[in-house]
Every structure is written in structure tokens, then in C-alpha cells.
């Protein structure tokens, strides 16, 4: 099999960092044809000057890196630096890029690709899905050149910004229920599956223990990421959990297309809420699809934590 041509939106962030250090570490399987950035878990010129960072660690400034929308549609802003420090990767220790950002914006790159690709391109987005959105409405043929989204997104549990939503559609509900309804091949994996995944102590020290830089810049980044979603006391601000290790949220769609067997789903009737206050960027899923509603996403459910974790840690020990 021939790698297959990925394009990776995300908005780094400490989650986005390892997704994207999975991706540098399978060239086998992904032929990365460019990272896209948008506002998100920080603002656009903070997700844009990491996601270089990470490309620097991982020796991968080949890939070139595209900033794209620096709000979402209609609302203003959340950002997270809460959970991912004050920079999105922790609190600025890794060094500033020097490879350059591409003076093209990321909505042309993506419309670009997507129109002119040999081979329908898959599309990994870990952030809010207001890039994807503005190309579909700027370009909607783009459509044909996408093979499938694979989205880390949304819950059919609780959320963890609000007791409804999930942070990445809680920050663009309205992008979001553009790419839902696009009618795209759409892999949704939510909270329900990555609050599976977690960076449990001994995880963390596979990780460490490869002693090389880049699975040591992971554990660093790792340790301190995602602790307050072990104690539901918090952040009265936010919803939190109490789960009993930090969750690893986008890496998850990496792994998934890497080796789908590690995880289960099925098809669902999915919308998202954008008109509520209560409910602001719910995913809603049907899972009793009807000709009427048809199904419109595979919706993950579940994941095998240790494979994922083996899976990653191999692979950094890769780079
Ligand atoms: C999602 O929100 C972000 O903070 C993470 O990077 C992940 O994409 C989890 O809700
Ligand atoms: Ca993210």
C-alpha cells in the first residue's frame, strides 16, 4: 500500500504535539502533506509557531506548516491555556522555530490540495473545525478530493467545557455543524472514547524510558497535561471529570488511522447544537440511523488503551 496522503489541522496544543509526533513517525503509512493550524486551545499565531516546534524536534521541517483562521465563525474565542499552559505546550521551554511559516493561508492550501490531488486526501483535524468549515463554504467541490475526515471532537457523554460540549465544538458549533452536514465520510471520535485512553504513571515512564529527545520532550510535555480532569474540584469554571489518570484526546485519531483494529464503532445520525445556551456545540447522535436520517458518521465508542499506547511509544522510538 502506497502512503496515504494526509493533511493534519490542529491546533497545538499538548494532545495536537503528540498527534502530530505519531504522524512524523509513520512515513510508511502517511504521506503528510502539509499541517494546517486555526485558533483554538491558544490563538492562531501561538498554534502556528508550535506546530514548527514540533516539526523541529521531530526533524521534520520538510513538512510545511499553513496558519489558517485566526476566530471561529460566530463566536468569539475560548482558548485552554488552563490545560495546556500558557504557550499550549507547556510554558515555552521548547525552542522558538526558525523554520518559516508558509505564506500561504491555510483555507487556500487546503482548497488547493483538495481540488488538484492525484489521490483523495484524508483529513485529520484535532482542533476546531473552522478551517475545514471556510473551505467547504468558500470551495464546496473540495468535497470530491476528500477520502475521509477523521475528527477528534464532541461526546455522547458529558463535555468538558460545559456539561454538554466537548472543547472543540464548544469553540466552533457553528464550523462544526457545516462539516457535519457536508455529507463528507466522517470518522467522529469523541470524549467517549479518549477519556479510555489515559497517561497513566507507568505509560508516562514507557515513554520517558526511550531517552531519546523526542520521547523525553513527550513525557515533559505529558506530565503535567490534563491533571485537572482527575479531579472534578478543579475548575468549578469548567466541567470536569474525575477520571483516574490525565486522557490523551488527539493522538486517538492518528492511532485510528494507523490501526483501526484498535478501536469500535458505529454508524449514527450525527448533528451538533448551535442554537441552545444550555447545550452550545453538543454532538447529537442517533444511533438508530432510519432511511429518513441516515447514518452520516462513524461514531467511535471504544479503544484499547494499552495497544494505543504501545502503539505510540513504539513509534516515537522511532524518531
Ligand atoms: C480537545 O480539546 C483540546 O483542548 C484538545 O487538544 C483536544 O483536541 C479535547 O476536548
Ligand atoms: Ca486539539
Known amino acids: 500500500m502506497p502512503p496515504r496522503p494526509l493533511i493534519i489541522d490542529c491546533d497545538p496544543g499538548v494532545d495536537d504535539a503528540i498527534a502530530l509526533l505519531l504522524a512524523f513517525a509513520s512515513p510508511a503509512e502517511f504521506d503528510l502533506l502539509g499541517i494546517t493550524t486555526v485558533a483554538g486551545n491558544v490563538p492562531l499565531a501561538l498554534t502556528a509557531a508550535n506546530a514548527r516546534r514540533i516539526c523541529h524536534l521531530a526533524q521534520r521541517t520538510d513538512v510545511p506548516v499553513y496558519a489558517g483562521c485566526p476566530r471561529p465563525l460566530l463566536r468569539s ?101 457545516v462539516v457535519v452536514e457536508a455529507g463528507l465520510p466522517l470518522t467522529m471520535l469523541g470524549l467517549d472514547v479518549t477519556h479510555q485512553v489515559l497517561t497513566t504513571p507507568d505509560r508516562l515512564a514507557a515513554l520517558e524510558n526511550l531517552g531519546t529527545p523526542v520521547g523525553k520532550a513527550a513525557a515533559k510535555l505529558l506530565r503535567p497535561y490534563g491533571q485537572s480532569e482527575c479531579d472534578s474540584r478543579s475548575d468549578p469554571s469548567r466541567n470536569r471529570h474525575s477520571l483516574a489518570a490525565p486522557p490523551l484526546h488527539d493522538p486517538c485519531v492518528i492511532a485510528y488511522l494507523l490501526r483501526p483494529d484498535l478501536f469500535t464503532g458505529r454508524p449514527m445520525r450525527l448533528a451538533v447544537e448551535t442554537e441552545g445556551t444550555l447545550c452550545l456545540g453538543r454532538t447529537v447522535a442517533n444511533a438508530y440511523p432510519s432511511p429518513t436520517t441516515p447514518a452520516n458518521a462513524t461514531v467511535i465508542e471504544t479503544a484499547d488503551a494499552e495497544g494505543i499506547y504501545a502503539l505510540l511509544t513504539e513509534r516515537l522510538g522511532k524518531l
Open 77 to 177: 474565542l475560548v482558548t485552554a491555556e488552563d490545560i495546556h499552559g500558557s504557550t499550549g505546550l507547556g510554558e515555552g521551554w521548547l525552542p522558538e522555530p526558525t523554520m518559516p511559516l508558509q505564506p500561504q493561508h491555510a483555507v487556500a492550501f487546503l482548497i488547493e490540495q483538495l481540488t488538484t490531488a492525484a489521490a483523495p486526501i484524508t483529513l485529520a483535524t484535532l482542533g476546531p473545525l473552522t478551517n475545514l468549515a471556510v473551505a467547504l463554504i468558500q470551495c464546496p467541490a473540495i468535497a470530491g478530493g476528500i477520502d475521509q475526515v477523521v475528527m477528534m471532537g464532541g461526546s455522547l457523554g458529558p463535555g468538558n467545557v460545559t456539561p454538554a460540549a466537548e472543547f472543540n465544538l464548544y469553540v466552533d458549533p457553528h464550523a462544526a455543524k
